[in-house]
């Protein structure tokens, strides 16, 4: 009987040192950016994941995959990272657990490392026997997609935490409006 686990952990051996980051965006920040950066001098090339794919026009989740994907992209001109070692691949949330890890991997070129803090991610891809590495946090209390669209509802002081490209284009789709409009009701 052929261990098809094993061969494609074999396969993942021997390939380029391919990373995974895995994360929503919404929006990216400079939080976002550093581990980008950092990630990068481990591996030859990363596959950043926009999770959650699927979901924009909510109060958790305003901005849709392809302007996230734009934020990124922008993001890193901006940082001048080499676009030619990134891999940016929208991937839609899958509602069981069990399958998550095959599905990412259905959308995604292969990889071998994963980069994640996120305790379920962590877990997923550690029971799909990939090495997962933790991510140094990029001062996790202020930059942080929650707090950024808190302040943006608060009209408080938020374009430092993002890049300056990434802080236009919001501006540009005028996605604090969005946002706004997404926490008011219609009743009474």
Known sequence: MINVGWIHQKARDLMVKRGLYVGRFQPF??????????????????????????????IDNPFTAGERLV??????????????????????DVHLHMMWVAAVEGYTPPFNVVYSNEPLTRRLFSEANYKVKAIRFHERKLYSSTEIRA???????????VPKSVAAFI??????????????????
């Open 171 to 188: 501006k540009e789709i005028d996605g604090i409006n969005r946002l706004r409009d997404l926490t008011k009701s219609d009743k009474v």
């Open 151 to 161: 302040r943006m509802l608060k009209d408080k002081s938020w374009e430092k935490l």
């Open 29 to 58: 920040h400079l939080g976002h950016l550093g581990a980008i950066k950092d990630i990068l001098k481990e591996v030859d090339e990363l596959v950043i994941v926009i999770g959650s794919a699927q979901y924009s026009h909510r």
């Open 71 to 92: 934020m990124i992209r922008k993001a890193m001109e901006e940082a001048e990272i080499d676009y030619s070692r990134v891999w940016i691949v929208p991937v839609p």
